[in-house]
């Protein structure tokens, strides 16, 4: 299948290499940013171009991997072509793409992509969504030849999807960031918390979050509460602490 | 070496099992619950009591691992014994023994233990604290046999580790509990989120939490985080969504 890129960020970049990898042809990758166009093209044996407009209007698919707030008005400026549009949103209705093309869908990958790292994609999770049987297909058979777990939602659940991951990723993660900000300040290395970290998604396999809770919070330590928030200089991390461990509270009564 | 629990939740269980499988003996376990207390002491063969007084004068340890609230009391109701006093608490300075017995310490496993995961602790990080150099050792040499990742730390920097654990751990944990919440009101299984959350965790082996960030907060996608907003419904997880994303941003630039 021949498919062309819009977008080169971090999903585009591991979708494009992935479907590079199972065979497809990826015959073009547009960027705003031409160096970043060039990256991926060449990583993918592509064309490259930071021009909407010269989009090549053969292909069989044409992946949109941008973000949210560009995506209006890159459908609007391409050129007509043949080939199914998909994008990869999952807070997008797929029928942002209706007034411009026949066959459209979406294909969103539920994954925390960073340019840098290689994935191996075979155990994230693909949301698909066609606007016809055809569409369908197409999408199904596409994201089965890189990932092993592909499922049909429409776009009305795949925002709670997104919004979960946020949650699940983004957040967790940023606890990550505040927890690596105190102990590198004591000069302790964020390596000690990797241990903990680890086993905390461990968990998961055997037991729900919920289950999984431990720490001054679900035990409603107040001695503890209030000591550690004594140690938490900035407001906003303050506000995380108490808003945190509050919400803890109320989920275990 | 002969060892006396005082305590029988998630810490006491998990060291006691370990201490145990390592050839010392347990000689007893004190839990306020004698319910508790006579599961932990079954587990490793050991007496139990619910009653501090009685316990055993004439071990070499006496480990504390209680809630941080009751653990003066029990302290004050301790009778004498000639053992080294230890507690497993992250925010106690270790020095709340010393009106109590003459060797003493702290030895804090950076994990998180749930009395029905089995976990391997010698990857888990201990860190310790004597108030001798005899004891620093004796407390080197339990440490070291259960795990391979034991360090000296003073109880002041120790408080910030343990603050550290509750972002790393208990916070990012509620991120999956509230995650779990959201794809489950949709019918959506927890199970999809699986790969993300351990791909998130997997990335710190290679890079900063800070790096590996992704997300809407860090574009800063504005019209993303206004939609997900909308579809949260409760007051807190909406006040938590905009903390948070608030301090992605600020720790962006």
Redesign the interface.
């Known amino acids: 299948m021949k498919i062309v890129f819009i977008g080169s960020g971090?999903v585009a970049t591991h979708l494009a290499k992935a479907l590079h990898e199972t065979g497809n042809q990826i015959v073009q990758v547009y960027s705003r940013s031409l160096e970043n166009a060039r990256a991926l093209a060449e990583s993918v044996s592509a064309e490259f171009t930071d021009n909407i407009q010269k989009t090549s209007p053969s292909a069989d698919m044409y992946i949109f991997s941008v973000?949210?707030?560009v995506l209006p008005e890159l459908l609007s400026q391409m050129p007509p072509t043949t080939g199914v549009w998909v994008h990869t949103a999952g807070?997008v209705p797929m029928n942002i793409l209706a007034p411009y093309t026949q066959n459209y869908g979406a294909m969103y990958p539920?994954?925390?992509?960073?340019k840098?790292?290689a994935?191996d994609l075979s155990?994230?999770?693909f949301f698909i969504e066609g606007n016809s049987e055809k569409t369908n297909s197409l999408l199904e058979k596409t994201a089965k030849e890189i990932s092993t777990?592909v499922r049909f939602?429409s776009s009305e659940?795949r925002?709670?999807?997104?919004?979960?991951?946020?949650?699940?990723?983004?957040?967790?993660?940023?606890?990550?960031?505040?927890?690596?900000e105190?102990?590198e300040?004591?000069n302790?290395p964020?390596d000690?918390?990797?241990?903990?970290?680890?086993?905390?998604?461990?968990?998961?396999?055997?037991?729900?979050?919920?289950?999984?809770?431990?720490?001054?919070?679900?035990?409603f330590?107040?001695?503890?509460m209030t000591?550690?928030l004594q140690?938490?200089k900035d407001n906003?991390?303050q506000?995380?602490?108490k808003?945190?461990s509050?919400?803890?509270h109320?989920?275990t009564t």
């Not at 330590?221 to 503890?224: L, M």
């Open positions: 971090n973000k949210d707030d807070s539920l994954q925390t992509f960073s840098k790292r994935l155990q994230t999770p777990n939602l659940k925002r709670y999807v997104h919004l979960a991951a946020v949650f699940a990723c983004n957040f967790s993660n940023h606890m990550y960031a505040l927890a690596s105190i102990v300040k004591e302790i964020f000690v918390l990797l241990p903990l970290i680890n086993e905390t998604s461990a968990k998961l396999s055997e037991m729900s979050p919920k289950e999984a809770q431990t720490g001054p919070a679900i035990r330590d107040e001695k503890v000591k550690q140690l938490i906003d991390t506000e995380i602490y808003t945190i509050k919400s803890i109320k989920h």
